[in-house]
């Protein structure tokens, strides 16, 4: 290793200047310090094998590559009756991640035709390991950790959603 005779002065700036580009990142991302508001856009009710209802949820939409890649990270709140659901235009198999995601969530793989796949109950938040369907799966449902066990919801469930406009005023 050499070492190079640097002024005092020159030595010192340079210093600080590293320094300040090496300060300890955040433990969340810039403008990530607001949760974001919940925006209803539609019902999704799940049913029990015998049709009977086990809940209503009013949800928002993951629909586009952008909304999907957002989901629900940065959110440090969502209703106990709320969720979000993520549309594909076919089955396939889904993997999800917990990056940036505060919240710890239950995730319920749904199928083209509304039964359930699989639940992965209470992920882990910020959490960059794989959750994956078991199945293809046209739709993915994010809810409050807990959510399913509360309920009694399993694989034999099955659901029905449609989009609907909510009066915000």
Known sequence: MRFHHIPVAAGLSLVLMLLAGCSKPSSEPTGAQQDIPFTPEGVLDIYRADSSLIQRFVIELAETDAEQAQGLMYRRSIPERGGMLFVDEEESMQSFWMRNTPLPLDILFVRADGRIVNIVER???????????????????????????????DSTAYISWQRRTFNTE
Do not use: C, F, H
């Open 123 to 153: 992920t882990t938040p910020y959490s960059d390991e794989n959750i994956n369907s078991t199945a293809p799966a046209q739709y993915v449902l994010e809810v409050r950790a807990g959510t399913a066990k509360r309920l009694g919801i």
